[in-house]
């Protein structure tokens, strides 16, 4: 059973930041890709950003420039630094980790960015 847990996650005002960390646990025996999905109400799943098992990164245009992701060395946390967050920012955030022949996913964490 692997397991993804997430943190971070609240309110900010337009302009401001906030760090996502998302773990895994259970069995996975192999340093494995992750990703940052968003979804906010009314819209489909997207990709935000992506982390190979050797650091090579993927940023959504929409994020380029403002958000960062990262990873612990020899470990499936991976980390989501959200600069200069705007409005349409607001989603559910979830992380994944795609194992050889399943991925798994968190439960998500709530992004809101509101005056």
């Known amino acids: 059973q692997v397991q993804l847990v997430e943190s971070g996650g609240g309110l900010v005002q337009p302009g401001g930041s906030l760090r996502l960390s998302c773990a895994a646990s259970?069995?996975?025996?192999?340093?494995?890709?992750m990703a940052w999905y968003r979804q906010a109400p009314g819209k489909e799943r997207e990709l935000v950003a992506e982390i190979s098992s050797t650091g090579t990164t993927n940023y959504a245009d929409s994020v380029k420039g403002r958000f960062t992701i990262s990873r612990d060395s020899g470990k499936n946390s991976v980390y989501l630094q959200m600069n200069s967050l705007k409005p349409e920012d607001t989603a559910v955030y979830s992380c994944k980790l795609s194992d050889f022949t399943f991925d798994y996913w968190g439960q998500g964490t709530q992004v809101t960015v509101s005056s």
């Open positions: 259970g069995r996975i025996f192999f340093i494995r890709p």
